[in-house]
């Protein structure tokens, strides 16, 4: 069976979000963002930029929630770029 990933991020409320995919269904690896931490360098876009993105006014967006888990390593590797620690992957 294929893990699908989902994004969470830390809502203007501090609250954690939870995404579904597009089918609607609960997915078992999820990308985490801390906004109070997020500083938008964009060195996470630089690794996997369809992805991540960088938004004019310096916050992080989530552009794809549903990641290929055989993708984990070029993820982890985009979270391990992070200088603030913003992000993390929570399975």
Known sequence: MMRKARATSH???GVNGVNRGHTGEMTDMRIVINRSRCSGLGMCESI????FEVQKDGTLRILIEDVDPARREEIQSAVDACPTEALKIVD
């Open 11 to 13: 809502g203007p409320d």
């Open 48 to 51: 996997a930029e369809d992805v």
